[in-house]
């Protein structure tokens, strides 16, 4: 547990060093400091969410996902099941039984939060509506449901904003 500490810790200031510098030497130097980290803990969730994070912000989609993929296939952890799809999606390997799962996981938990949203959204499902709706449902300030105001297209492009 203490090295997984360790590890996020030195993520965190990889990370900082990588955002903060404008020497593309030094984010190539971090990133690769990255994916060493990573591949010495791949079950560090936090160093996954920071490296995935930075790959995604880079435009390195496809990394991102093999990374996410990597971890999915022997977790259910339902934020990390979106990414993979929404970067799936973005990169234009739309994957309707990706977030079917997200889906069936979510209700199984009953888990009706802004992910199971999102993914009956990006499927067009017909229960968007009307879940949408229940969500709203007692709450003061429904703003983080305006981004479903947009397509789906939008949607990816502002989550994922670098090029494919």
């Known amino acids: 547990e203490s090295s997984q500490d ?13 955002i903060m510098s404008d020497d593309k030497s030094s984010k190539t130097l971090a990133m690769k400091q990255l994916n060493q980290l990573y591949k010495d803990n791949p079950e560090n969730i936090n160093l996954l969410r920071m490296y995935s994070g930075i790959l995604a912000s880079s435009g390195e989609y496809r990394e991102a996902i093999k990374i996410i993929s990597i971890y999915n296939l022997g977790h259910s ?9 929404l970067l799936k999606d973005r990169t234009g390997d739309y994957d ?13 938990l009953n888990a009706k939060d802004i992910d199971y949203l999102m993914a009956l959204f990006m499927t067009h499902h017909q229960n968007f ?15 983080d449901l305006d981004i479903f105001d947009l397509s789906k297209q939008d949607v990816l492009k502002i989550l994922y904003p670098g090029l494919c």
């Not at 509506?129 to 703003?143: A, L, P, W």
């Open 6 to 18: 360790l590890s996020t810790i030195t993520a965190s200031g990889l990370v900082r060093e990588y």
């Open 77 to 85: 952890e339902p934020s990390f099941m979106l990414s993979e799809c």
């Open 96 to 108: 309707p039984e990706c977030y079917n799962k997200i889906i069936i996981l979510k209700t199984s």
């Open 129 to 143: 509506k009307k879940e949408k709706s229940i969500y709203m449902q007692g709450r003061y300030d429904n703003q």
